[in-house]
């Protein structure tokens, strides 16, 4: 029913246009089918113009969405640089901390050696001294009492043992004595008996 109502509806409204363009004057159709034809180009036209102008954005989004790409991939290497610089700046942080520890204890190692070699040049001192005045003294008490005596004695044995030579005028005597198995006054007479007493 309803259908047969939209049937009707469109055969009166194209009775209505036929009536419509039998009624109308050619040059009255002429001018609104140039109208139709200039709303047409212009419609066409539009359509060119709003197509090209969504072509040139969609280029735009699409070169701005490459820049934002190599941008955020700019960041992120400046970001891996950064944090290598701050992993580099760290370790030579603690690497001069290190060096600082080391060069502190170099510099007291240093100072412990200028004050060593300050008391061995005390003791080389002292030592100079005792050389120039004790051992040339020390020397000539030996070669008095090797002249007087004409014993030459062995240093290098043990403590208790008393070892040299009695050059005589005749023959060399070796000299053995045990100092712990007699008293100090039977060393020193048996010593005294090497000596001549004729002088």
Same mark, same amino acid.
């Given at each position: 029913?309803?259908?047969?109502?939209?049937?009707?509806?469109?055969?009166?409204?194209?009775?209505?246009? /036929?009536?419509?363009?039998?009624?109308?004057?050619? =040059?009255?159709?002429?001018?609104?089918?140039?109208?139709?034809?200039?709303?047409?180009? @212009? =419609?066409?036209?539009?359509? %060119?113009?709003?197509?090209?102008?969504?072509?040139?954005?969609? $280029?735009?989004?699409?070169?701005?969405?490459?820049?934002?790409?190599?941008?955020?991939?700019?960041?992120? @290497?400046?970001?891996?640089?950064?944090?290598?610089?701050?992993?580099?700046? @760290?370790?030579?942080?603690? %690497?001069?901390?290190?060096?600082?520890?080391? &060069? $502190?204890?170099?510099?007291?190692?240093?100072?412990?050696?200028?004050?060593?070699?300050?008391?061995?040049?005390?003791?080389?001192?002292?030592?100079?001294?005792?050389?120039?005045?004790?051992?040339?003294?020390?020397? !000539?008490?030996?070669?008095? !009492?090797?002249?007087?005596?004409?014993? %030459?004695?062995?240093?290098?044995?043990?403590?208790?043992?008393? %070892?040299?030579?009695?050059?005589?005028?005749?023959?060399?005597?070796?000299?053995?004595?045990?100092?712990?198995?007699?008293?100090?006054?039977? /060393?020193?007479?048996? &010593?005294?008996?090497?000596?001549?007493?004729?002088?």
């Amino acid at each position: 029913m309803a259908q047969g109502h939209k049937f009707q509806d469109l055969e009166e409204t194209g009775a209505a246009l /036929v009536d419509f363009i039998n009624s109308s004057e050619l =040059h009255k159709l002429r001018g609104v089918k140039d109208a139709q034809q200039m709303m047409y180009d @212009r =419609h066409t036209e539009t359509k %060119k113009t709003v197509t090209q102008i969504l072509m040139e954005v969609a $280029q735009i989004e699409e070169s701005a969405g490459q820049r934002l790409l190599d941008m955020q991939k700019e960041q992120k @290497r400046r970001e891996q640089e950064c944090n290598s610089l701050e992993e580099q700046l @760290r370790q030579c942080t603690a %690497k001069s901390q290190i060096t600082d520890s080391e &060069l $502190q204890f170099l510099q007291k190692e240093f100072d412990n050696l200028l004050n060593n070699e300050q008391e061995l040049e005390t003791l080389q001192n002292e030592v100079d001294e005792d050389t120039t005045e004790v051992i040339p003294s020390s020397i !000539y008490v030996a070669k008095l !009492y090797y002249l007087i005596t004409k014993i %030459k004695w062995e240093y290098d044995t043990e403590p208790h043992i008393l %070892k040299g030579v009695h050059y005589g005028a005749e023959l060399a005597s070796p000299i053995h004595i045990d100092k712990s198995s007699q008293s100090p006054g039977e /060393v020193s007479d048996h &010593l005294w008996s090497f000596v001549n007493s004729e002088w």
